[in-house]
């Protein structure tokens, strides 16, 4: 593609590197992300999606901004509190890059309307905060053969992973090989209960954007088929091989789930 002199300006870092040069900017103008929540990891996340120039950035969540999320939810600010967060979002991202398309999907993603949502993008990224969500976004995008890049945080830890287990290969599992089902209710605490420092979610939200950009680009070692564990306090990062689990239920050999009725047929899902 051409680019504008303003573009060639903007992303010039990109442009000189070898991996990515003026066909990979294109791709990443070219690109539809789906990112789902705009809380802590989805906030430093949908700020430099945006600063790369990926084309068009859906979010979906049904929150409203709360000023217990300023300590940690960096795309939003004290005069929004009260605004959607996908509101407030599309608003800081504009503020970067007005060049950005940014849909905003001010609404809860459930049974209904997750294989929809899903179909329209390229890439999914996570940034809920519960594993019910989690669980359903990880089997939306197996059916619809969408890659999703997905990371947890709590207290000083992150992990992050990418699935493309609708592709071959024992390196392609699911979130579902790893955790097989949700926990039962309170046995794992929530941010809400335990704490969680606000700079680890820029840490991992930032690592999750690195991840998606390489997804579009299709450059460096993915992480599918391996989990990525940091600790903020101990400052290591340790990355273990996940091969795919010819007992789960999703994208095993015998799979028992289907479709996305597992789920509920009205359920929602927060999305932080």
């Known amino acids: 593609m051409d680019f504008t002199e303003h573009q060639i300006q903007r992303y010039a870092r990109h442009i000189l590197l070898p991996e990515v040069g003026g066909t990979g900017q294109a791709k990443l103008l070219g690109a539809r992300v789906l990112v789902v929540g705009a809380g802590g990891l989805g906030s430093p996340m949908l700020l430099y999606l945006a600063a790369a120039g990926v084309g068009t950035i859906g979010i979906v969540d049904a929150d409203v901004v709360d ?125 809400a209960e335990a704490g969680v420092l606000g700079a680890l979610c820029g840490t991992v939200g930032s690592l999750q954007a690195t991840e998606v950009i390489k997804e579009i680009l299709g450059i460096g070692q993915t992480l599918a088929g391996s989990l990525l564990i940091y600790d903020g306090l101990e400052t290591t990062f340790r990355k273990v091989k996940v091969k795919r689990d010819p007992g789960c239920p999703l994208c095993g050999q015998s799979p028992t789930i289907t479709d996305l009725s597992i789920h509920g047929q009205h359920a929602e899902y927060c999305t932080g």
């Open 67 to 191: 000023v217990s999320n300023l300590q940690r939810q960096v795309a939003h600010a004290t005069a929004r509190v009260g605004m959607p967060k996908v509101e407030s979002a599309r608003e800081a991202l504009h503020a970067i890059n007005p060049e950005v398309t940014v849909v905003a999907h001010n609404e809860r993603i459930n049974v209904e309307n997750a294989l929809d949502l899903i179909g329209q993008y390229d890439v999914v990224a996570d940034g809920s905060d519960n594993f019910a969500t989690r669980f359903l976004v990880n089997d939306a995008c197996y059916f619809a053969k969408r890659p999703l890049v997905s990371a947890a945080i709590l207290r000083f830890d992150g992990q992050v992973y990418t699935f493309r287990a609708h592709e071959e290969g024992e390196n392609r599992p699911c979130y579902r090989c790893i955790f097989r089902e949700p926990p039962p209710p309170g046995q794992i605490p929530s941010c």
